[in-house]
T-cell receptor, first 115, second 114 residues
C-alpha cells in the first residue's frame, strides 16, 4: 500500500540552528500538507500545496519557516533559526483528486527537539 | 469559517464496554467530516469519513459515526472497546472553497482499562 514518506523520523538540534524536513507524498497526489503538532494538541496546518502552488500558508511563521514543492512532487520544510518553541511533531499529508481529494493520508512524522 | 470541538480531552473505558467520543462542528457550508486515530509516535490514520452520503458511517476496526445535522454533531462510537483502541482520536471538518482546507479538533485521548 502506498505511503507518505517523511525523513528524518527524529531530529535533535540546538536553538539558532537550521533544520529541514522532507516529505514524499503518495504518487499522483496533487495536494500536500505540512502540519505542526505540539504534544497534547491537535495538528495545526502550516502550509498547503496544490501541485507546486501554495494554497494556504496563513499559519506559517514566515520569518523563520519556509516550504517548497518545486516540481509539485516532494516537499521540504525548513526552519532557520530553530527556537525552543519549535519542538514538536511535524506531519506531512497528501490527498488525491476526485472523490478522494478531501481524504488525507499521513506520514509517520518527524519529531523535532530543539535544545 | 469552520471549527470543530471535541467535548472530552480524555475518555476512560473498560475493555469490552462501549466507546463514545464526542465531536461538534461549525461550518458555513456542507461539511465533510472525518475521524482519525493516532497511536503514540505515529502518524494519523483515517478511521472513517462523512461526505454527504449516508449519515451513519462505518469505519475500520468496528468504529462508527453518525452525522446529525440538527445537532451539528459527528460522534464516534464502538460497541466494545479493545486494548488496542487506546490512542488519540481527532475529529476533522473540511469544506470546499476551491481547495479543501481541514480543521482539526484538539483530540480525545481514549484510555482502555483491562
Amino acid at each position: 500500500e502506498a505511503e507518505v514518506a517523511q525523513s528524518p523520523r527524529y531530529k535533535i538540534t540546538e536553538k539558532s540552528q537550521a533544520v529541514a524536513f522532507w516529505c514524499d507524498p503518495i504518487s499522483g497526489h496533487a495536494t500536500l500538507y505540512w502540519y505542526r503538532q505540539i504534544l497534547g494538541q491537535g495538528p495545526e496546518l502550516l502550509v498547503q500545496f496544490q501541485d507546486e502552488s501554495v494554497v494556504d500558508d496563513s499559519q506559517l511563521p514566515k520569518d523563520r519557516f519556509s516550504a517548497e514543492r518545486l516540481k509539485g512532487v516532494d516537499s521540504t520544510l525548513k526552519i532557520q533559526p530553530a527556537e525552543l518553541g519549535d519542538s514538536a511533531m511535524y506531519l506531512c499529508a497528501s490527498s488525491g483528486s476526485g472523490q478522494g481529494r478531501n481524504i488525507q493520508y499521513f506520514g509517520a512524522g518527524t519529531r523535532l527537539s530543539v535544545l | 469559517a469552520q471549527s470543530v470541538t471535541q467535548l472530552d480531552s480524555h475518555v476512560s473505558v473498560s475493555e469490552g464496554t462501549p466507546v463514545l467520543l464526542r465531536c461538534n462542528y461549525s461550518s458555513s457550508y456542507s461539511p465533510s467530516l472525518f475521524w482519525y486515530v493516532q497511536h503514540p509516535n505515529k502518524g494519523l490514520q483515517l478511521l472513517l469519513k462523512y461526505t454527504s452520503a449516508a449519515t451513519l458511517v462505518k469505519g475500520i476496526n468496528g468504529f462508527e459515526a453518525e452525522f446529525k445535522k440538527s445537532e451539528t454533531s459527528f460522534h464516534l462510537t464502538k460497541p466494545s472497546a479493545h486494548m488496542s483502541d487506546a490512542a488519540e482520536y481527532f475529529c476533522v471538518v473540511s469544506v470546499s472553497g476551491g481547495s479543501y482546507i481541514p480543521t482539526f479538533g484538539r483530540g480525545t485521548s481514549l484510555i482502555v482499562h483491562p
